[in-house]
């Protein structure tokens, strides 16, 4: 894995500079790539390209990026993984020699791939061939063309955006804000998006003329054009779109196949996704948490390695909390070779103060810290991880896929004002009453009934604001009720982009609608953002076998009853890992990878959390309201309400705002 970033700039520069400068951006990415780094410039074209390697695939000299083509037309610099590159090569091979041409390579690395496929077959039929995770920068010199590309499900970050009169681009922000005379404004729009969603979306960032390039997506425009920001929001195009593949599936499939031709096709792909994505150069293991996801992907790694898969787990202090016995069972049962890092709260406490540096923007997922600290578990010991994200979006893990729609079926009869009403009812219940439930629950079942508190609220929630299905799928993603309320905007923000989540969604059955959503949106912003960021920053390459692009399209064109049946999610994921590990090792709650950040707020992080809310500091940064912040974190310390989440993401930007400003 790698970190990538560069420039095309027209202010000016001091020709002897522009080394220094692209220098100067590539050296805040050596976390993500300590192993090599280097940069190439155009001192006529003013063009600026830089690179930072994690060596994984031919450790050797011939990987080394910026790399230049053969024929010295293109520089690329490119950050991922090309799992299919071997084969682009036989290909290559197979086309010169019918063509009576030459071939020769230089070294075994994918980048090398890439750049010959870009010779043989251009740029956008290069990467619709591409099985991988990517973000990539393409110079043409002959055409004086560049080119950016992202991969499908957005798992490689892209920034790109502009900086006074010169176009930026990079992996991650930091880059971005080493280039001269960065002084780009907060968008308050995306800060909007931040507190509805606790995370930033495509196409927005943080900052106003900086965007994410959206997954699956690519540019090409003249460098001539590439300041005009209404010419390149022209060139923008997509070369994948999961959207068209569901409604052509939808039209043409008739698909009567039984369940059993179903479970042995998905296994294939993901044998073959797992396959592919276990060939390195270096030492590889797994994430292991004891879940459906983990578990599948590393019986899947364990049965077609001869020697035990190395696996990581981390445990907290917090019984209710630890979840590391349920991976330790699996990973024995398994055969594999199994670490377990055991963490205090102090310990995890101490991630706090690096994570406005480590996600460059405002990112409010707590989870980001046990994230992280598995993360560096896994580091001390192998170069590469695989993970088992992205299962819960593609096959129907999350309640609100089961839960949500049917709360709708129930109450889509009455009245909105009833609806409405029914809804502050609820509300009323105190917090405090739910978790005294909790409690009760905990002692008899020994085992941690997750926020019901938090549940209840978002029913609530999205009884009192929800017209239709669509608008209840909203509520339930979103955790401030209007960002309006806390985001203080007499500003001229950047205008609005249009959201897949205002669609209804290209499926007839809104479980399946959610799903797509999700996995457009929250799946990339959220969950590959925060493994992407805390892998990166201890040097550690994660790999996504549930996001090989062919087990993505499988499972959109899976029936419903393949996901979620019996009240369970995930139903196909759990028949394929029954046969790898005892059913009863695996039937319990869903607790997810969470902290007691809310204890923590009201014990030892609360003078942290008091001085980033101070009223003065609110009113003068000028940013949010500072009554409605005041008012959630009173009810929140009083225990009357959890909060946990609206001051988490309170103290998320206002730490990212003290080291940004």
């Not at 502050?424 to 405090?432: F, G, K, M, N, Q």
């Not at 209840?456 to 979103?478: A, E, T, W």
């Amino acid at each position: 894995m790698c970190g990538i970033t560069g420039f095309v700039s027209k202010c000016d520069l001091p020709k002897d500079n522009l080394s220094k400068i692209i220098n100067n951006m590539s050296l805040t990415l050596l976390h993500r790539g300590p192993d090599d780094s280097g940069f190439w410039v155009d001192e006529e074209n003013q063009i600026g390209l830089g690179h930072t390697r994690l060596s994984i695939l031919d450790l050797s000299s011939a990987g080394h990026q910026p790399m230049i083509s053969s024929s010295n037309r293109y520089v690329i610099t490119y950050n991922g993984e090309i799992y299919n590159h071997t084969n682009l090569r036989k290909e290559i091979g197979e086309s010169r020699k019918a063509r009576k041409l030459n071939l020769s390579w230089e070294g075994h690395s994918d980048t090398e791939t890439l750049l010959m496929c870009i010779e043989e077959w251009g740029f956008e039929q290069t990467i619709s061939k591409l099985v991988g995770m990517f973000s990539i920068c393409l110079f043409d010199k002959f055409s004086r063309t560049l080119y950016l590309a992202r991969d499908r499900m957005g798992e490689k970050p892209l920034y790109y955006g502009y900086v006074d009169s010169s176009f930026v681009f990079s992996s991650e922000l930091k880059s971005l804000k080493e280039f001269p005379n960065f002084n780009n404004d907060i968008s308050r729009n995306a800060l909007k998006k931040y507190f509805q969603l606790m995370y930033i979306p495509c196409p927005y960032s943080i900052y106003e003329n900086i965007f994410k390039l959206e997954p699956g997506h690519f540019i090409s425009i003249s460098i001539d054009d590439v300041l005009s920001p209404e010419t390149l929001k022209k060139k923008i195009k997509p070369y994948w779109d999961l959207k068209d593949y569901v409604i052509e599936n939808n039209k043409t499939s008739k698909d009567c196949s039984s369940d059993e031709k179903y479970l042995i096709e998905l296994e294939d792909h993901l044998e073959e996704a797992i396959k592919s994505q276990s060939i390195a150069d270096v030492s590889l293991g797994a994430f292991l948490s004891g879940g459906i996801d983990s578990s599948l992907i590393t019986s899947l790694m364990q049965k077609n390695s001869p020697d035990p898969v190395k696996t990581f787990t981390v445990g907290f202090e917090e019984a209710a909390f630890d979840e590391s016995s349920f991976a330790k069972d699996i990973a024995t049962h398994l055969g594999t070779d199994h670490s377990e890092l055991f963490v205090s709260s102090k310990e995890a406490r101490e991630v706090i103060p690096n994570l406005p540096h480590i996600y460059d923007e405002p990112f409010a997922d707590s989870s980001q810290i046990p994230t992280y600290l598995v993360c560096a578990a896994a580091s001390s010991k192998v170069k590469v991880a695989l993970s088992g994200d992205a299962g819960d979006e593609l096959f129907g893990g999350y309640n609100r896929y089961f839960w949500g729609p049917k709360l709708w079926n129930k109450v889509s009869w009455a009245p909105f004002q009833l609806r409405n009403f029914l809804g502050y009812s609820i509300d009323s219940i105190p917090s405090y009453g739910w978790n005294a439930l909790e409690k009760s629950l905990y002692t008899l079942s020994g085992r941690n009934i997750n926020k019901i508190g938090n549940k209840v609220s978002k029913l609530s929630k999205g009884m009192r604001v929800s017209r239709n299905i669509n608008d209840l799928y909203i509520s339930l993603i979103s955790e401030w009720n209007d960002p309006d309320d806390i985001v203080i905007d007499d500003f001229n923000s950047s205008s609005e982009f249009f959201s897949v989540l205002d669609t209804d969604g290209p499926y007839k059955n809104s479980s399946l609608n959610m799903m797509y959503k999700d996995s457009l949106t929250y799946l990339p912003d959220d969950i590959l953002c925060k493994v992407d960021r805390a892998a990166m920053a201890n040097s550690l390459e994660t790999r996504v076998p549930f996001l090989d692009h062919r087990v993505v399209e499988f499972a959109m064109k899976m029936p419903l009853n393949m996901k979620i049946r019996d009240g369970k999610g995930k139903w196909a994921l759990r028949q394929i890992l029954y046969k790898y590990v005892p059913q009863s090792m695996l039937d319990r709650p869903k607790t997810g990878f969470s902290i007691p950040v809310g204890e923590w707020l009201r014990g030892p992080l609360k003078d942290w959390a008091e001085d980033l809310m101070d009223e003065e500091k609110l009113i003068k940064q000028g940013f949010l309201n500072h009554t409605t912040v005041r008012q959630a974190w009173v009810l929140h310390l009083s225990g009357k309400n959890d909060y946990t989440s609206r001051i988490w993401s309170v103290l998320m930007f206002q730490s990212w705002l003290d080291l940004n400003s």
